[in-house]
């Protein structure tokens, strides 16, 4: 069982001139739902194609075309609730979201504002061992992506590509539960975890399949725990969205100068405006972008082109039933199964991925050492040389046949990382133990060989062994001797053992 106990992390405090200020933190965060087709078309949604190539007749809002609702988008937002431990709603309905926009044919989005297919759930957090933040999940409802407006390509004309019009996205709205700017980082970051985890959503920041909108203000201190008695949200203090976030840098940034310019504001006896605002990364200041705008600016009503959505229980519960382990859970089962520290075990369930690789490395060997392994050199290596784990020229089974090469004695630690390296480079894709053998990579266990070693270099350093006869530590002098003597091939703590024996400690 998911052991939830955890500290709350304090609250990021800010000193203004005058009194010190808290943060106050909400998400909205937008996930392009993992699809090959758009929410209400059959059109492509494949990355990087032609500007305007994956666009249907109901993308391009073309008379007389209209939507039906793709069901695999539906159930991968189903799915992402379940993740998110959420209720899911049974009876859900789309809305008319109405504005203009050059990159929006139809005037309007399709969204869900009513009546959204998923309810509250929660995000746990993690902010350090025993330290976590539970954010609150108000909803997630799925909506249409629009298109992208184009201006540096002409300096008296700007371009539309429609290609993201129509791709299905999930708006994930969090309570106002996050208190700092790394907070709100490891937040995004939880989100997309849980829902590569999941498949929903690959989380490609840079391609804008995840971007997000905080919305930031400042309260005095105890401000934040009387609204959570009262759900007096005035106590919060006005708050200003920043739009379009993808990086998780940025939004620290955004954070922290957004927070210091409404403190300023309210301290030279200002009020802070509700709206919308834009982050500069280049001038690391946030500015001005509209008044922000509430839902009745939107003239939301029923979409009279779709049916409300009734999904059945079963339904739902076939697709509980086929969930795979999450982050939390499986973070939890490494530390018990395998006996890893819960920040290796972090380490190791940051990406799916990782997770396979090293589970497949520590199935049937030490838990321990193969996070070792796997953490220190295979994750080293690739950081280092850009790879991602799936172009990783080592692979799970060659490591854990390094591993079980060390275990039988056969090779000592140093010969361990060089055959490593033989494997990485010139080596590829050969067992293990043939590279060994081939390179004469084989450990002297022959005590009898290792004594006759150790009996050389205690003989021609007496001075040495009075030494370590009064000091005990320096007879990892003799254990080296022994090594370099061997050329690295006798085994560690049968010389060590030797040693010992022969000085007399």
């Known amino acids: 069982m998911l052991d939830l106990s955890f500290e709350a992390p304090k609250p990021k405090v800010i000193a203004g001139a005058r009194a010190d200020w808290e943060l106050v933190i909400g998400l909205e965060v937008h996930a392009q739902v993992a699809s090959r087709s758009k929410l209400f078309s059959g059109a492509s949604t494949q990355f990087g194609a032609e500007p305007n190539s994956n666009v249907s007749f109901v993308d391009a809002a073309m008379p007389g075309m209209l939507p039906v609702i793709n069901e695999f988008c539906i159930e991968q937002a189903v799915r992402t609730g379940l993740g998110l431990k959420a209720k899911i709603n049974l009876f859900s ?15 309007y989005q399709i969204s869900q504002l009513y009546h959204p297919i998923v309810g509250e759930g929660e995000v746990i957090v993690d902010m350090g061992p025993g330290v976590a933040r539970r954010v ?16 540096d390509l002409d300096p008296t004309m700007s ?21 700092g700017p790394e907070e709100a980082a490891a937040y995004v970051a939880k989100l997309r975890q849980i829902m590569r985890y999941l498949g929903t959503c690959d989380g490609n920041m840079q391609n804008g399949n995840l971007r ?56 030279d006896g200002g009020e802070v405006v509700q709206e919308t605002r834009l982050y500069d990364p280049d001038r690391g200041e946030t500015r001005s972008m509209r008044s ?8 939301y009503f029923p979409c009279p082109d779709l049916l409300p959505l009734e999904i059945e229980q079963d339904w739902i519960d076939a697709i509980a039933a086929a969930m795979p382990e999450l982050p939390d859970e499986k973070k939890a089962r490494f530390v018990r199964d395998y006996g890893v520290t819960e ?14 690789f090293f589970e497949e490395v520590a199935r049937g060997r030490d838990g321990k050492q193969a996070a070792n392994w796997v953490i220190n050199e295979l994750f080293g290596r690739l950081n280092k040389e850009g790879h991602a784990i799936g172009d990783s020229p080592v ?48 450990q002297l266990t022959d005590t009898g060989a290792i004594e006759t070693a150790v009996d050389e270099v205690i003989a021609a350093n007496p001075a040495q062994v009075e030494k370590a006869k009064a000091n005990p530590k320096l007879a990892g002098w003799f254990v080296g001797q022994v090594l370099k003597a061997t050329g690295g091939k006798a085994n560690p703590a049968a010389v060590n053992e030797i040693v010992t024996r022969k000085l007399g400690l």
């Open 93 to 107: 309905a789309f809305d008319r979201k109405n504005y203009f926009y050059p990159d929006l044919p139809q005037g």
């Open 136 to 151: 609150r999940i108000e909803r997630i409802h799925i909506e249409q992506d629009a298109g992208k407006s184009i201006h």
């Open 159 to 179: 371009f539309v590509d429609l290609n993201r019009t129509g791709v299905a996205l999930m708006e994930i709205v969090s309570r106002p539960d996050i208190r």
């Open 212 to 267: 997000a909108d905080v919305n930031i203000s400042v309260c005095r201190p105890g401000d934040y725990e009387r609204y959570r008695e009262t759900g007096d949200h005035s106590l919060l203090g006005t708050r200003c969205e920043i739009k379009n976030m993808n990086s998780m840098r940025f939004i620290q940034q955004a954070i922290e100068f957004e927070a210091r310019r409404q403190i300023a504001i309210i301290e």
């Open 292 to 299: 922000k705008e509430e839902a009745h600016d939107y003239r």
């Open 343 to 356: 920040y290796d075990a972090g380490v190791l369930t940051a990406e799916v991925e990782n997770a396979d």
């Open 395 to 442: 692979s799970a089974a060659q490591l854990g046949g390094i591993l079980d090469l060390i275990a039988g004695g056969e090779i000592s630690g140093k010969m361990a990382k060089d055959l490593f390296e033989l494997l990485w480079t010139t080596e590829k894709g050969a067992d293990p133990a043939e590279v060994a053998a081939k390179h004469g990579m084989k």
